[in-house]
């Protein structure tokens, strides 16, 4: 079984500045997908980033960027220029083959202060 | 495109009552399943199914049936609602992994109280 495992159990960041959450995972197999979900306090589940094992290139999307090591089964969140917007819970996930048991870390909630 | 429909959105349940949580997508996914969220905590797995017919469970499944008669439809049954079944409870979907831009697709979440 996999699992994932976010060690942070809250952090702040002032605004402007840039803040990385965590997250290691275990699996054996070698197709998977990893994800960055975000979720404010109305507890709507939204895509932050995604990045697929086979793919050497770190994921991007405008100020949110994944280091993802395949070796040390570790994939962090980097968030830039953080906006008080970003004040939520992250949690990384993990899908392998079997996209209906998809595994979730307990999440890692973010405060951006002004 | 609906997406991922998830009702109710807010139910109150006393205890030993029954009910169900509907869950439709409209996305044509193989893969759907049931999480719940405890406060300040990650998504557990309930049950899932890998298409339809095809249901199995997952980390915390006493209390729960479901049943996946079309691609379309995954309900979720609490059989004799308990205070501790107080949760957020989440629908989920997606494609069959293997190709590019696979994504968990959510629901917007059920909150149920069990007094």
């Known amino acids: 079984a996999q699992t994932v495992t976010q060690s942070q159990p809250e952090m702040s960041v002032q605004e402007a500045e840039t803040v990385t959450l965590s997250c290691t995972y275990d699996?054996?197999?070698?197709?998977?997908?990893l994800f960055w979900y975000k979720q404010p306090p109305s507890r709507q589940m939204i895509l932050v980033i995604r990045?697929?094992?086979?793919?050497?290139q770190n994921a991007t999307e405008n100020r949110f960027s994944v280091n993802f090591q395949k070796a040390a089964k570790s994939f962090s969140l980097k968030i830039s220029d953080s906006q008080l917007g970003d004040t939520a819970m992250y949690f990384c996930?993990?899908?392998?083959?079997?996209?209906?048991?998809?595994?979730f870390g307990d999440g890692t909630t973010l405060t951006v202060k002004p | 495109n609906a997406g991922v429909t998830q009702t109710p959105k807010f139910q109150v349940l006393k205890t030993g009552q029954s009910m169900t949580l509907q869950c439709a997508q409209d996305?044509?996914?193989?893969?759907m399943s049931w999480y719940r969220q405890d406060p300040g905590m990650g998504l557990r797995l309930i049950h899932y199914?890998?298409?339809?017919?095809?249901?199995d469970q997952g980390e915390v499944p006493n209390g729960y049936n479901v049943s996946r008669s079309t691609t379309e439809d995954f309900p979720l049954r609490l059989l004799s609602a308990a205070p501790s079944q107080t949760s957020v409870y989440f629908c989920?979907?997606?494609?069959?992994?293997?190709?590019?831009?696979?994504?968990?697709?959510f629901g917007e979440g059920s909150w149920l109280t069990v007094v």
């Open positions: 199914s890998v298409g339809a017919g095809i249901t």
């Open positions: 990045q697929e094992a086979y793919k050497q």
């Open positions: 996305m044509n996914h193989e893969y």
């Open positions: 699996t054996s197999e070698s197709n998977y997908y």
């Open positions: 996930a993990f899908m392998g083959t079997n996209a209906g048991k998809s595994t």
């Open positions: 989920a979907s997606s494609y069959r992994p293997g190709g590019p831009g696979n994504t968990i697709y």
